[in-house]
């Protein structure tokens, strides 16, 4: 996701692959024809190289290929890229701007630097899914928050400002992503909230800002987080006595919000979606993913298209989440086959036919 954002946005985003298995995402259900719906989606403008780094001569291409590269990011357990010769010491030494990014489940250091994770786990760590309610059991997030929020975007922020420093000062440097550090750095509101464990704003806690359910077993979400919105609500509802009861808390929360959670009880989710269409109070259906692709916001803002791959047929896309008076995202390439620009790459970096050929005789690549 780091590097879709890049591409996106322009960069010439070389993808280096493994020439047997390449990506593993290529091979995660639901499959397209012969690769993953997923891996098409997200590997859209980027160039696949297939190349074994286990060998000598496939150390070498890669070195030489982060001659001219601006940035180099890679996703490996601390230490691998050391045993494999390619880590940000050994770059440098060859290409002193390099800005070399590694994306972890821990971090390079700490008592954790060397364990296995994925995103239920920098979620359970950082306290996340504990907010996170289903009844008194907490509930996975269908959206990976850590992946997602901690390594993706902290990455693609990060390398953005060091370009901006290498641009203006000739220098490289290195980046050490933690998922689980992006987690909690960004749990702001959970931080502040330290000394209010009753207070519970934002998961559920507040009559004003939470999720009532409909007679027809659908859903409503208010966050009428400010006065003025929760004045506008209660109004509409017909229940001026509740616009005292604006931020409460405890048992007083919880008699409010039951007062609230029988008056939406009352009638269907159409009915209230109707009545409260053109009032600006912070409500909305709570929609399936499904239903939200449909959303009127959604397609205004041409945030979901189909685009047709060359071999993979019709593939479901997101649009590019940042629009820009001088830059219009478009496609310029499909997600690449296996090592589909291998031979364009290679030619590009100085090696010959002969050579290209030479390699693919030795599964190099």
Known sequence: MCTLHLA???????????????DYARSI???????????????????????DLTKPEGKKIFLKLSETADVIIESFRPGV??????????????????????????????????????????????GVIKQVKNGEKPSIPNFQIADIAGGS?????????????????GKGQYMDISMM???????ATALVNLSYPDADMLTGGLPCYTIYETADSGFIALGALEFK???LFCET???????????????????????????????????WIELFKEVDCCISPVLSFKESLKNEQVVARNMVFNHEHPSEGNVLQFGLPAKSSEYQFSIQRSAPLLGEQTEEILSAA??????????????II
């Not at 975007?153 to 000062?169: E, P, S």
């Not at 550090?181 to 749990?187: E, I, K, M, P, Q």
Request: with cysteine.
């Open 229 to 231: 919105f929760w004045k």
């Open 29 to 51: 259900p639901p499959m397209q024809r012969a690769n993953s719906s997923f891996f098409l989606a997200v590997n859209r403008n980027k160039r696949s190289v297939t190349l």
């Open 8 to 22: 996106d946005m322009g960069a010439d985003v070389t993808k280096i692959e493994e020439p047997v298995t390449g």
């Open 81 to 126: 890229v050391s045993k494999l010769g390619i880590d940000y010491d050994t770059v440098k030494n060859i290409n002193s701007k390099i800005i070399y990014c590694s994306i972890t489940g821990y971090g390079q250091t700490g008592p954790y630097r060397d364990k296995a994770g994925h995103d239920i786990n920098y979620c359970s760590y950082t």
């Open 153 to 169: 975007l902290n990455a693609a922020m990060a390398i953005l400002a060091a370009l901006v420093y290498q641009k203006t000062t």
């Open 181 to 187: 550090d992006g987690v909690l750095a960004h749990s």
């Open 350 to 363: 100085g090696y010959s036919s002969e050579e290209i050929e030479n390699f693919r005789t030795k599964k």
């Open 237 to 271: 509802i017909k229940r001026n006595e509740l616009i005292s009861s604006h931020l409460v808390f405890g048992k007083d929360a919880e008699k409010i919000y039951e007062k609230v959670a029988e008056i939406f009880r009352a009638n269907t989710l159409a009915y």
